[in-house]
Each structure stands twice: as C-alpha cells, then as structure tokens.
C-alpha cells in the first residue's frame, strides 16, 4: 500500500508517463494526423511530414554514439568515444557510397534492415526471451507494415524507387511482399503466442493493423510514412532509449537526452537540408536523395539498438 502510494506521488511529480498511456496518446495522435491528412493537400503533408521526420524522426538516432558507450563494457574514455565515433562516420559514408555504386542492393537491405528494426520496436517488450523465431517475427511484421504502405501508394513508392535505383520495378513485388511477410508473421506469432514466448492481444494488434490500413490509405505517401516513423515507432523508441540511459521518464531525463543529441541532431538536418536544397526543383528526385540519405544514418542506428536490446536482455 505504501509502496504503491510513493509510486503514485513519484508519477505526479516526475509527470511520469507510464507505456498504457503512451499508447493512448499514440493513438489519438494518429486519429488527428489522420485528420489532417483529410483536410490539406499533399504539399501542406509534405511539409509536416518533413518537420516531423527532421524532428522527432531524426532525434529518436541521434544519441546513438552514447547508447553505444553505454553498451561497452569497456571503461569509457576520451579515445574509447573517438575510436567508436571514426566507426560510427566511416559506417554511414560506407552506406552513402555502396547507395551510390549499387543502389538497387542498398535499397533491398536497407528496406528488410528498416523492416526489421520497426519489427522489433513493435514486439520486444511483448517478447519473453530472444530467439531465432522473434527474430523472423520482427522482420516478417515490420516488412509487412512496409509494404502495406508501398502498396497503398504504389504508384508515389515506385516512382522513388526508380529515382533511386534507376529503373521501374514491377507494383506486383509490393504484393508479393505483403503476402508473403503477411503470411509469415501471423505464422511466427501464432507459433510464438502457443509457446507463451509472446505475450500479445490479437484483438488489439488487428486494431492497429486496421488504423495502419486506413491511415496509409488516405494519407500521401511521405505523410503516412512519418505517421507511421515518428507516432509508432520513433517516440516509443525515443521513450525506451531515454528509460535506458536515465532509468525514468521525466522533463529532466527528456531535456538532457535533447542536449547530448543536439550536436548529431544539427549535423545530420543540415546535411538533409542541404541536400533538399540541391535538389528543390525536383520533388521525386529530392524524395530520392530523402531516402537515400535516411538510410545512410539508419543502418548503424539499426546495429545500436539491437545491441542495446541485446544488453537489456
Ligand atoms: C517509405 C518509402 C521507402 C522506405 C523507407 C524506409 C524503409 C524508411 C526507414 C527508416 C528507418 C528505419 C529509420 C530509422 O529508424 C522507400 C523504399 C525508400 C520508397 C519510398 C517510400
């Protein structure tokens, strides 16, 4: 009883938001970008998109370098950051450059390590212990939310796509891939749910696909991706990452986890703004550079927080 009335007055005053409520607000957050999607065209989406994603979007990876720090049992020293910091810069120009040598290659990784990693923010706090049949799991469901939104908007997706790689791909491939991770997912975590190594309510997780379908139905392309990016996955990310460095969810623990990512923050808009600048007179060709670039710095984030997933495990 005691206990439990610390816990509430804790919650009060550290204006503790507990995960139910997280998911609420989520909810009801997607309901009213849904709205907004009804109510303005697709240039005025486009810029919330872009605001959201450069905000929020961009945040949820920019403390990378410090979950890294933290995952290293090593002692951490000023060389130790550094040498960590030389991976961490050689890693993304790495993936700039096999984007420009062999688009179509880092366009599939990039789509099935994305798919993975929405996958694993989705189900690792239902998930009882790791293993090789979670794994698939994530991936099978966050490739399937993937292309419930390409094949909603093929013709926007296809359009990019070609801009990145270079040649048109046929829509049919969107279809196969839902299918396909459809039928794999629901396959994994029915296998899982018998084995109580999931812990999930099917009712609700159709729910979700339902709102999913509907929202990346009416919104464009890039609007219903940063629904999908910031409300779903990088705010239940940014609130799991920020636990894990500060151990509570409060203004203190948000503002200083906003001040160690400032600096990486402000480095990856300005290079994302620049090159949105270059290409301004070309909407789908700067969509393109969009992408390419977002890939750049969500391959090694991707590492970070498996590894970081790993560690809490
Ligand atoms: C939406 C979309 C694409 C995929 C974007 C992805 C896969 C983004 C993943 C971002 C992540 C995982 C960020 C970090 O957390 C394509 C294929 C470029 C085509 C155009 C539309």
């Given amino acids: 009883m005691f206990n439990k009335i610390v816990k509430i007055l804790n919650k009060i005053k550290n204006k503790h938001i507990d995960f139910p409520n997280l998911e609420s607000i989520i909810i009801v957050g997607t309901f009213f ?42 002692k951490k020293s000023t060389r130790n950051y550094m040498k960590i910091l030389l991976y961490y810069v050689l890693f993304v120009f790495g993936s700039v ?39 698939v799991l994530y991936f099978a469901y966050g490739t399937f939310i993937l ?29 196969v891939g839902l299918l396909l991770s459809g039928v794999i997912s629901v396959a994994f975590s029915l296998i899982l749910v018998l084995k109580n190594e999931l812990k999930i309510n099917p009712i609700k997780e159709l729910f979700f696909l339902g709102i999913f379908f509907v929202v990346f139905k009416t919104a464009s392309l890039l609007w219903g991706f940063a629904i999908y990016f910031i409300l779903w996955h990088s705010i239940p990310s940014l609130y799991d990452q920020i636990f894990f460095l500060h ?13 160690t990512s400032f600096p990486y923050w402000l480095i990856s808009v300005a290079g994302l703004l620049f090159l949105l600048f270059l290409f301004r007179d070309n909407l789908e060709k700067s969509l393109a550079f969009f992408f390419s670039f977002l890939a750049a710095i969500t391959f090694p984030h991707v590492l970070v927080i498996k590894r970081l997933n790993q560690n809490q495990n």
């Fill in 33 to 74: 970008s849904l709205w907004l999607a009804v109510i303005f065209e697709d240039v005025i989406e486009h810029v919330m998109a872009y605001v959201f994603i450069l905000s929020f979007g961009i945040l949820h990876g920019a403390n990378d370098l410090t979950l890294l720090q933290r995952t290293e049992i090593k």
């Fill in 97 to 135: 450059l096999i984007f420009y040598l062999v688009p179509s290659l880092a366009l599939v990784v990039f789509v099935l390590f994305s798919g993975y990693h929405f996958g694993e923010q989705h189900f690792i706090s239902k998930t009882i212990s790791a293993s090789f049949k979670t794994n």
């Fill in 147 to 175: 292309f419930l939104l390409f094949n909603s908007n093929n013709l926007a997706t296809s359009e990019i796509i070609k801009n990145i790689i270079g040649y048109s791909i046929p829509i049919s491939v969107f279809k």
């Fill in 247 to 259: 151990g509570q969810i409060n203004k203190r623990s948000f503002r200083s986890f906003v001040v």
